[in-house]
């Protein structure tokens, strides 16, 4: 009489199978976890340069043109955020037919983390940044 049952083989193709499912699935969960934690900051980010834009333009800002760095989202992960309102006049011959006359300038915000540096990309993640302009056109007084 011959036993029914699972050969050595059998068994040890199963057991291949079964963990190369298992680490793909761990790789996968761990993808997920990283792109969501990244997701967060991004937000994070773009709500801090939202925010800090606003407060240029209504005038409520210190004025501070420098790298400010400014608060972590968690304590555990410990992810400081840096940010840098820059301001950039624009110009133009008003008596030029084909010039435009702007006479505005324009409001950048630019908002990075997880380095000291906006340029400097992080290893295995890349430039971790947010930017934000608007151009302002301030009014004048019609006689």
């Known amino acids: 009489m011959r036993r029914q049952g699972l050969t050595l083989a059998e068994l040890v193709v199963a057991v291949g199978l079964m963990t190369m499912l298992l680490l793909a699935s761990i790789q996968l969960f761990a993808y997920l976890l990283s792109s969501g934690s990244k997701t967060t900051a991004s937000m994070v980010a773009m709500n801090l340069a939202t925010t800090r834009l606003e407060e240029e333009i209504s005038g409520l800002s ?63 993640v890349g430039l971790q940044s947010v930017q934000l302009s608007r151009f302002i056109y301030p009014r004048t007084s019609v006689p």
């Open 62 to 124: 210190t004025g501070n043109g420098g790298v400010v760095g400014t608060y972590t989202l968690d304590p555990a992960s410990n992810t400081q955020f840096y940010y840098q309102v820059t301001r950039a006049p624009m110009s133009g011959d008003p008596a030029a037919p084909k010039g435009a006359y702007l006479g505005g300038f324009t409001v950048t915000v630019q908002v990075w983390w997880n380095s000291a540096s906006p340029t400097r990309a992080r290893p295995g």
